[in-house]
């Protein structure tokens, strides 16, 4: 059972085994072809069938757009690290029950302060509040999961999940629990949606989110090698328990700023850090980080684009992206398992 | 008028037949009358001034109130437990693997599709008609999670539920797709939360059909059993191994898409209480049955008693006090395994 997914990326890319030039040419061409669709989407998000008010459009579509931005590149980079340090391709932070605690988070700071108090609090001390909650609880989370079960991975996915139906369980009863008024509060702040991003919070969330990414880079080469597992990574003097730590933290930041933007996407980083994976044939997270980020993006953009222009609303992105992203969950699954 | 609570008593008959067991007969006796012990205390339960001790002597208004609704919810929440443990025990017997369930198999999920199917297509068609569509996507569901379970190599209980989990999640995710467009969102999350506040005479009746399936399941436990030992085994003792693989699968599906349509979803009953009643028990499917209908059937009053308790006097839905508390068991269920298996 164990054989499943050893390290993330081990499997190169489908063609035939090609030489270092051909990799490298082929990496910049990917790379070159992602930002200009990204460019693209942006372009065609801000500017297709403007109607009424220009001024009014570019303000309320450069706000979702930059939602949009941040939320793609946050999960793109945090869940492609994130499989890095797990060890495995079917691994992301919302499969681990993130999001949902995240929400649990959320519920229990309305329901202690009561929405009175909870709302004098200004975007940015609300973010910081939630992240440092989220970040001691997700890393006491993660580190109690890794050690009770660091041998079994698909065991890890299957409590992961189920903690997070735990965790949206207890949710949903803390938030019966609440008055109607901390209710709707505690609503407002869960549901946030790229539609009505908030100045404030959009701020705040890129802020960390640039920073979370930033503090990604000098950590690129070691996680190269945490890649390889915890043995080889040891043997070749790389810090392997202190690396997971800090990139487990990051991301942890990076998940934050996402969810409090748009609200939980289970599938978006699984979907985004696969893709990352197959497009370009290397394990380097100097390469794979920014595609990975490029590719959020894209995705975000684009089928923001899709849901508002061909589905005219009549949908959300989350719901396309849990049932693609779902699908394909389940065909990645299935493959590890078929092996 | 102590007749009172003989609606709600055991739904699949317990043991009449066999009788070589009569040890394990006293406990279940018991067992079953201290849940209709406590499912007559449940009665007293409630807002409007009908207290345990009025339930002897009603006035004409609190008779009244008992019928109208507080027996049929008593009858609804032992029925809708029982069922849906009786039928993660069926199911888990069949395809011989712990973690499959009603709600984790998509089962639960397809007939909430079905429900769905049924109010854009028909309007407003009766109760019936609803349930008979989500009967249908149940079994089509549940038949498409058989379908990938023979797929997979590994038959690893752990695989398996994640499997099934993620099936579950694509169906509901196509479910919120099409609500979603219809603007039905909110209805769906409604009527499919598992609850039992809108249980009222009139419009819960249709659940005592998983009586009659339950003693179907019953009658048949043994041949459960067979199946679950896999093809060749059960031609060889002279089983007809498909046609009893789906009279399996239609009692299990009937039973979730019965207490779906009528009660709504309570994640993670089916797969907890049979396993945590095989693990004192057993594994003699006719003889844990009707303990597990039991434990199912008093899990949720107690789950139901602690909803209409803890925020008195409003009151909450079954399925998020369920929900954690069977979303913890299985954690610790899966661990548990996994420690088993040396893994």
């Not at chain 1, 065609?44 to 008010?53: H, I, N, Q």
């Not at chain 2, 199911?91 to 973690?99: E, G, L, P, S, V």
């Amino acid at each position: 059972m164990t054989t499943i997914a050893p390290a993330p990326s081990r499997r190169s890319s489908p063609d035939t085994p090609a030489t270092e030039d051909q990799r490298v040419s082929r990496t910049r061409t990917v790379v070159v072809a992602l930002a200009l669709l990204v460019a693209a989407a942006c372009t065609a998000y801000l500017l297709y069938d403007v109607r009424g008010s220009w001024s009014y459009a570019m303000d309320l579509r450069t706000r979702q757009l930059a939602a949009l931005l941040i939320t793609g590149a946050a999960v793109g980079a945090s869940s492609l690290v994130f499989q890095t340090v797990a060890g495995s391709r079917i691994l992301t932070p919302s499969v681990m029950g993130f999001d949902a605690l995240y929400m649990l988070i959320q519920t229990v700071i309305v329901y202690a302060l009561g929405s009175a108090a909870f709302l004098a609090l200004t975007p940015g001390q609300h973010f910081l509040l939630d992240a440092v909650l989220l970040t001691v609880f997700g890393w006491l989370l993660f580190t109690w999961l890794f050690r009770r079960s660091s041998r079994n991975l698909l065991m890890l996915v299957l409590v992961g999940v189920v903690l997070g139906s735990f965790f949206a369980s207890l949710t949903s009863l803390s938030s019966r629990l609440l008055s109607p008024d901390d209710f709707l509060t505690l609503q407002d702040v869960m549901f946030a949606s790229f539609s009505t991003a908030d100045p404030g919070l959009l701020w705040t969330a890129g802020v960390v989110t640039v920073l979370g990414i930033a503090a990604l880079v000098p950590l690129g080469r070691r996680l190269d090698v945490v890649a390889l597992g915890h043995d080889p990574a040891v043997t070749l003097g790389v810090p392997f328990h202190r690396t997971v730590r800090i990139t487990l933290a990051v991301t942890t930041m990076l998940v934050a700023a996402a969810t409090a933007l748009v609200g939980p996407m289970l599938f978006l980083g699984l979907v985004v850090a696969n893709l990352a994976r197959q497009l370009v044939p290397t394990h380097r997270h100097a390469v794979l980080v920014p595609v990975a980020i490029l590719v959020g993006v894209l995705t975000c953009v684009a089928g923001q684009l899709v849901v508002v222009h061909v589905f005219d609303l009549t949908t959300t992105l989350s719901v396309v992206v849990n049932l693609v992203g779902g699908l394909y969950f389940l065909r990645l699954l299935m493959r590890t398992v078929l092996l | 008028m102590s007749s009172t609570v003989e609606a709600p008593s055991r739904p699949p008959a317990p043991a009449p037949a066999g009788g070589r067991e009569p040890a394990s007969r006293l406990p279940l006796l018991a067992a079953t009358g201290a849940l209709l012990v406590a499912a007559y205390l449940s009665l007293g339960i409630g807002v409007a001034d009908v207290g345990v001790a009025d339930l002897l002597s009603p006035s004409a208004e609190q008779w009244q109130i008992l019928t109208v609704s507080r027996i049929p919810r008593t009858a609804a929440v032992l029925l809708a437990g029982a069922a849906l443990s009786v039928a993660g025990l069926i199911m888990q017997r069949i395809t011989q693997n712990r973690f499959v369930s009603p709600s984790t198999s998509g089962t639960v999920e397809a007939a909430v599709l079905g429900i769905l199917v049924a109010t854009l297509l028909f309007g407003d068609a009766s109760l019936l008609v609803k349930m008979l569509v989500a009967i249908l996507t149940a079994v089509a569901g549940t038949l498409v999670f058989l379908q990938l379970l023979e797929r997979i190599r590994h038959q690893d209980p752990i695989v398996v539920a994640l499997v099934g989990l993620m099936y579950g999640a694509v169906i509901g995710a196509v479910t919120t797709f099409i609500a979603y467009q219809r603007d039905l969102v909110q209805y769906l999350d409604i009527w499919t939360t598992g609850s039992f506040s809108g249980i009222l005479q009139g419009r819960y009746e249709p659940i005592y059909v998983v009586l009659a399936v339950g003693v179907l399941g019953y009658l048949w436990a043994d041949r459960f059993t067979v199946v679950g030992m896999g093809r060749s085994m059960a031609t060889n003792l002279g089983l007809h191994y498909r046609r009893t693989m789906y009279v399996g699968l239609v009692v299990v599906s009937v039973m979730a898409a019965v207490v779906v349509v009528v009660v709504g979803a309570i994640p993670f009953l089916g797969l907890i209480v049979p396993n945590v009643v095989t693990l004192l028990l057993g594994d003699n499917l006719r003889r844990v049955l009707p303990a597990t209908a039991l434990a199912g059937a008093g899990f949720v009053l107690l789950c139901d008693v602690v909803a209409r308790t803890v925020h008195y006097p409003y009151e909450l839905p079954v399925a998020t006090i369920a929900g954690a508390v069977g979303a913890a068991v299985f954690v610790v269920l899966i661990l548990r395994a996994g420690k088993a298996s040396g893994t």
